[in-house]
């Protein structure tokens, strides 16, 4: 399936500590290394990463009719994690009590929610794979101490 929709503006990353999210565990120091993600997602990497997504994902154009209306692109988040070598991410999603809090008049099934929620974990993780193989050029400053057993 093929999603065929304009490719919105990249997110701008916010200072938030990864470590408040729910789905992201982050063990690193404050370097989240955001402005310089930002540029690569301004320079190519987002437009590259939402290229490959529409040509596999499952989300229907009604459902990103929703996803537009929301701005849920918006509140995407990216950021370094240093001691995994890796670019972290958070996506945007619709809460649990979506149907009590009427949050989007054409959402009327757990279906397209859950499906808009699998959409952009998806998406989040291509653009995180676009970011680390074409667009990261640094490595990982941490170093394991020491007296860690070699499991080898």
């Known amino acids: ?11 701008k990353l916010s200072a938030v500590d990864p470590a408040e999210y729910d789905d992201a565990e982050v ?8 402005d310089e993600l930002g540029e690569f997602l301004q320079s190519g990497a987002w437009a590259e990463a ?8 499952e989300v229907s154009e009604s459902e990103w009719a929703v996803v537009t209306d929301l701005d849920l692109v918006s509140r995407f988040d990216f950021f370094w994690d240093d001691f995994a070598d890796r670019v972290g991410y958070h996506a945007p999603g619709l809460p649990e009590d979506w149907k009590e809090r009427e ?15 699998a ?7 291509i653009v995180c794979d676009v970011l680390k193989e074409e667009y990261v050029d640094w490595e990982a400053d941490f170093e394991a101490p020491d007296d860690l057993p070699d499991f080898g």
Do not use: C
């Open 50 to 57: 939402f290229e490959q997504w529409t040509k596999t994902t």
């Open 27 to 34: 063990i690193a120091d404050d370097d989240y290394r955001r």
């Open 119 to 125: 959409g952009l974990t998806e998406l989040g993780q």
């Open 103 to 117: 949050i989007h008049p054409d959402l009327d099934s757990w279906s397209h929610v859950s499906s808009i929620n």
């Open 1 to 11: 399936m093929t999603l065929d929709v304009a490719t919105p503006d990249p997110p």
